[in-house]
Structures are given as C-alpha cells and as structure tokens.
C-alpha cells in the first residue's frame, strides 16, 4: 500500500552499501497502481460483519503477476502466525528470491494467503498496522546473514547465534562512566578468562532475560 517507506529504507545503512555491491535487489510493487483503474480501491469491507477493511485476494493477485521470473517464496508477516527465529531468517537467507506480502488494516484476504503465500511468520506477541515496518525487519535480518553482508565475526557471538544463548554485555571507552567501570577482565589481556567471563555472562544475561531458552 505504501512502497514509499520500503523504498526509503532500502537508500540507507545496510541496505544501501548492499545494493551497490549487488548483494541485495530490492523491489517494490504498489498494489494500488497494478490496474488500468483510476481511483481504485484495494481494499473492502470483511463478509460476515466487524471494523475495518480487508485489502483484496484480486489486486494482491495482480500484484503478484507483476513479480515475473523466478517465482519467489513468499513470507506473509501477520500476528496469528509462529513467531519470527534466528533459526528462521537464516533459512531464509538461502532463498534467492523472496516476496513478503504488506498487509494493512484488518489484513488481507484469507484465499490469497491459503493460494500463494508459502509461509506465515509473527514478529511477536504484538499487533500493528503497518505490513511495511513488519517487511522491513524481515529484509534486514534476512539480509545481514547473506555471506558478505557483513563481518562473518560478527556474527558468531550475537544473540539467538550457534549456541542460543542471548549476547554477553558490550563495553568500550571511556573506562569509567558515571563512577561505573569497565570489568576489569576485559583490559587483562588474557583471552581465555576473557571468552570465559563472556560465556558467563550470556548464560546470566540469558536467565534473567529469556529463561525458557535455558530449558
């Protein structure tokens, strides 16, 4: 419904750098101007009665048509759906092509879901309105998994990484803010109490903040 806010993230950061190196194509399809109509509108009230509008199984199939190529897997992003993992976008990320469908308002019409979308996906126990901001999470944690995207280093010790475990705590200059000050293990030099206060502190950080991930 609004291509603008996709195409406005794709000119920045990340996404940015990575379409000049020709590691990411980003396109957009406005589903409003897939049609010879003027004035049209995508969305109708729902069969059966309650507030608000469902966007059409018809203008998203016209929408759809316009992809041409490769036919892509399409990721349709909706609260009632299993939660978005780390695990998730990494599969992802081996697709080549990739369609997430933008839903808005009520949402879209259940025919189009059931006939083309290959996966359903939940960003959290949450709800909004805008199918764009949803799409835009997905685009980046996709795309920051794709070899060469970013520092493989990066990569090893974030959190929902290899081990499940949620990321050790961060620190960098000065050494003292606020009378707080750096562990003193990290200026030591010695790397292995070093990866072993870290180790430490994710299975910490991961208890206090995620505890079902321990069981």
């Not at 419904?1 to 190196?21: D, N, T, Y």
């Amino acid at each position: 419904m609004f291509p603008e806010i996709i195409e406005r993230f794709s000119q920045v950061s990340l996404m940015s750098k990575g379409a000049r190196e020709q590691k990411i194509k980003i396109d957009t399809i406005d589903i409003k101007k897939t049609q010879n109509e003027q004035n049209i509108h995508v969305d109708d009230a729902p069969y059966g009665g309650g507030s608000g509008q469902i966007i059409r199984a018809d203008y998203l199939k016209h929408a759809f048509d316009k992809i041409g190529g490769v036919r892509p897997y399409v990721l349709f992003p909706r609260p009632a759906a299993p939660v978005l993992s780390q695990d998730d976008l990494s599969r992802f990320s081996r697709y080549a092509h990739i369609a997430i469908v933008c839903g808005r308002y009520e949402g879209i019409d259940e025919r189009f879901c059931l006939n083309y979308v290959d996966e359903v996906i939940s960003l959290g126990e949450y709800v909004f309105s805008s199918g764009e901001t949803a799409a835009m999470v997905l685009i980046e944690g996709i795309y920051r998994l794709i070899p060469g995207s970013i520092n493989s280093e990066s990569l090893k010790n974030e959190s929902y990484a290899k081990s499940h475990l949620l990321e050790y705590p961060q620190y960098t200059r000065p050494p003292v803010f606020e009378g707080m000050e750096v562990p003193q293990v990290l200026s030591s030099g010695h790397h292995a109490r070093i990866r072993e206060w870290q180790k430490k502190q994710s299975i910490s950080t991961t208890i206090r903040y995620q505890p079902h991930i321990m069981q």
